[in-house]
């Protein structure tokens, strides 16, 4: 039972991982951005950086979370579920 609890975030992680290298920006942003010199061309990383921000922060929040209140549950604090 404990394996197949971690199976599915697991597959999910590696699912997500796959799919990384296969979106792409559209075409015209890419290539101005690709093209630029000196400080500009920071500006794709800062794009890069905030998109991975914005997609992170949600499931940072739930399993913090899930993971507190699981940790309140096997101390005693809750009520079992």
Known sequence: M???Q???????FGAWLGAVGVTS????CKEALAAQTG??????DGY??????MMG???L???TGSLMVVRAVKRGALPKL
Do not use: E, H, Q, T
């Open 2 to 4: 404990r394996r197949i």
């Open 6 to 12: 971690w199976l599915v975030p697991v597959l999910a």
């Open 25 to 28: 920006a559209c075409p015209n």
């Open 39 to 44: 400080d500009a061309a920071r500006l794709k």
């Open 48 to 53: 890069f950086y905030s998109i991975l921000f």
């Open 57 to 59: 922060m949600p499931f």
């Open 61 to 63: 929040l739930l399993g």
